[in-house]
T-cell receptor, first 119, second 113 residues
Framework: EPEVTQTPSHQVTQMGQEVILRCVPISNHLYFYWYRQILGQKVEFLVSFYNNEISEKSEIFDDQFSVERPDGSNFTLKIRSTKLEDSAMYFC?????????????????FGAGTRLSVL | KQEVTQIPAALSVPEGENLVLNCSFTDSAIYNLQWFRQDPGKGLTSLLLIQSSQREQTSGRLNASLDKSSGRSTLYIAASQPGDSATYLCAVRTPSNTGKLIFGQGTTLQVKP
């Protein structure tokens, strides 16, 4: 069964460093998302991406964050200068297969996550 | 601003019991509602999605209902098994075209053998 793949599974970085979290969404999906979950808290929406541009971003997604789909398969989240409070599990998700019926088109499929630890 | 709440936060039941998990949301203007399962340290697995026009969806031993007007959804698990032990999250999708999901804090279920 197709799945969303995220790498690395765990990333440790020093405060102030740049990190890039990588995702390979399901191949025929059109919509891509990043969410994060700080330990013990709710899963929070960061950004949605469609047709090579951001369609919505949350207040969390400030100028330190950016997303890119550099080729036909990868979807990346970059944090330019990490802060201690960026430590969280980051999830990538995708939805919207081109040929799907309405219900299936709306299901968001999540990757296993990247645990980011900022020291 | 849409808020999603799940009650109870934790639940422990003996194997074989039927159980109901609750999810409530403050704004009835939703596009759909999705239930997920999260195992410790893992990603989210989609269980069921209910469109705003639907009342319920079923998959195997799982049945999810939606009452949009009262801002409630329930996830019914029949004949619970130890393998059902996990955290269950509900998420509502806002009516915007962007697919944004707003999550509840989850119910952690433990099914004892």
């Amino acid at each position: 069964e197709p799945e969303v793949t995220q790498t690395p599974s765990h990333q440790v970085t020093q405060m102030g460093q740049e990190v890039i979290l990588r995702c390979v969404p399901i191949s025929n999906h059109l919509y891509f998302y990043w969410y994060r979950q700080i330990l013990g808290q709710k899963v929070e929406f960061l950004v949605s991406f469609y047709n090579n541009e951001i369609s919505e971003k949350s207040e969390i997604f400030d100028d330190q964050f950016s997303v890119e789909r550099p080729d036909g398969s990868n979807f990346t989240l970059k944090i330019r200068s990490t802060k201690l409070e960026d430590s969280a599990m980051y999830f990538c998700a995708s939805s919207g297969p081109r040929d799907a019926q309405s219900l299936a088109k709306n299901i968001q499929y999540f990757g296993a996550g990247t645990r980011l630890s900022v020291l | 601003k849409q808020e999603v709440t799940q009650i109870p936060a934790a639940l422990s039941v003996p194997e074989g019991e039927n159980l109901v998990l609750n999810c409530s949301f403050t704004d009835s203007a939703i596009y759909n509602l999705q239930w997920f399962r999260q195992d410790p340290g893992k990603g989210l697995t989609s269980l069921l999605l209910i469109q705003s026009s639907q009342r319920e969806q079923t998959s195997g031993r799982l049945n999810a209902s939606l009452d949009k007007s009262s801002g409630r959804s329930t996830l019914y698990i029949a004949a619970s098994q130890p393998g059902d032990s996990a955290t269950y999250l509900c998420a509502v999708r806002t009516p915007s075209n962007t697919g944004k999901l707003i999550f509840g804090q989850g119910t952690t279920l433990q099914v004892k053998p």
